[in-house]
């Protein structure tokens, strides 16, 4: 089976990215580890055999550009001889360009468990309306930060296109520290608990905020915002 593509180079300008190492990744259960690797030619095409797939694995391919690897979605290899990728944008990189936004903001509040405590889970989507993939140098000046609840506590990065690994919780914030590259929305999630006996939750809202929605575990809750549109009760599985 052969897998193929294309890498560009993004910014200013899209261009074919040659010469840069395409590498096909083989994930497990248990792990993942690289299986194969060549060099992209001038127009920025590449080509790799792929020999036994496995259908418990899943299979992505990454480029590398100026020290940071971009991947492709998931493959979908079992019985196909070819599988053609969809085109992989790099950016060059830079610590600095116009502001992120946050585009989007979910805060989901679980009903209190027997112990009264209450679990929520918050889903960002931030955009780069740059050129560049936004990345910091130094763990002092995140790529993004946003405040959290003062009154909360147990923090936990989530899944979504920010790893768990980049986030930071101190002094009521959340720090990002991975690259945010520009095109689509990048998602991140966290979720942090609620003390047992407490009745208020204030989500800070410390920037521009295109669209914030709260769905709330409890029917006799009482929201209160500037413009807020109530949706009303609604069963959800």
Known sequence: ??????????????????????????????????????????????????RRPDSASV?????????????SLPLNVIGRPAVHVEDIMTFPTSTSGPALRL??????????????TREVLEILEIENPGVTTRITKDTLVPT????????????????????????????????VLGPIPPGP??????????????????????QATAELNLLIEDTVAVVQAPKLESLGVQELE
């Open 1 to 50: 089976m052969s897998v193929s593509g294309r890498v560009l180079r993004g910014g200013r300008d899209t261009i074919p990215l040659a010469g840069t190492w395409v590498v096909l990744h083989e994930i497990t259960g248990a792990s993942g580890a690289p299986i194969d690797s060549v060099r992209s030619d001038a127009r920025g095409r590449y080509r790799i055999q792929l």
């Open 59 to 71: 299979y992505v391919v990454s480029a590398w550009f100026d020290s940071l690897a971009y991947f």
């Open 103 to 116: 585009t989007r903001r979910l805060a989901t509040v679980a009903a209190a468990h027997d112990d009264g």
């Open 144 to 175: 993004w930060a946003g405040g959290v609840p003062a009154n909360a506590g147990q923090f936990k990065g989530g899944q979504g296109d920010i790893s768990p690994e980049a986030m930071v919780f101190k002094n009521d914030s959340i720090y």
């Open 185 to 206: 929305v990048k998602q991140l999630s966290y979720g942090y608990s609620l003390p047992a006996g407490e009745r208020t939750l204030a989500i800070p809202i410390d």
